[in-house]
Every structure is written in C-alpha cells, then in structure tokens.
Nanobody
Framework: QVQLVESGGGLVQAGGSLRLTCVAS????????MAWYRQPPGKQRESVAR???????DYSDSVKGRFTITRDNVKNMVFLQMDKLKPEDTAVYYC?????????WGPGTQVTVSS
C-alpha cells in the first residue's frame, strides 16, 4: 500500500520557523532515499531536500543553510525543519521518494510566509 501524509504547514512571518512531518508507507520508505518537494503557485514541483537512509542529505541552493531534513527509520517518518523562512518559500510542500518511483503524491501541506 502506498501512502504519504504531510503535516506541519502554516502561516508564518518572514524569519520564522516551521517543522514539517511526513509519514510514509513502509513500502516507499525502505526502497529509496526520501525527499521534500515544493510547488509554488503557478510552478511545477521542485526538489528542495533529500536524505539517504544513513542520514546523508542534499539541499537545493535556495534552501541550503536554512532547511534541515531528517528521518526516523523506525517510524517511517521524514522531517523538514525550516528556519529563516522567506516569502519565496511559500508553496505546498510534499514528501516522496527522492527518485519519484512512487507516482501517487500525498495531499501536501501549505506553507505561507508573509513579508
């Protein structure tokens, strides 16, 4: 069974922080690296952070130094700590495997950053 559920989004002022949580199906979680994606209004989804099973992580230049991705391999969860948020971070955030082998996206969670 395939399931991805994101939570933790909200409305914050620029400079604020949010922590996003993703609960993934074990079938997805155990076969590949996990990643956070975001989709700003009018744009396609883009990858912002990915993490391997051992904790090694990569980030897009736009979020590097501000976002931190972590995972809990026991609970099949992945997190995104977002600090120093900017208005351009406003988007719907999704989790999925880092290579998008799973094509059934979860509902995402809305992050809105006001100036």
């Amino acid at each position: 069974q395939v399931q991805l559920v994101e939570s933790g989004g909200g409305l914050v002022q620029a400079g604020g922080s949010l922590r996003l949580t993703c609960v993934a199906s074990r079938l997805i979680f155990e076969i590949t690296s996990m990643a956070w994606y975001r989709q700003p209004p009018g744009k396609q989804r883009e990858s912002v952070a990915r993490i391997w099973y051992n904790g090694d992580a990569d980030y897009s230049d736009s979020v590097k130094g501000r976002f931190t991705i972590t995972r809990d391999n026991v609970k099949n969860m992945v997190f995104l700590q977002m600090d120093k948020l900017k208005p351009e971070d406003t988007a719907v955030y999704y989790c999925n495997d880092a290579f998008q082998f799973n094509t059934h996206w979860g509902p995402g969670t809305q992050v809105t950053v006001s100036s």
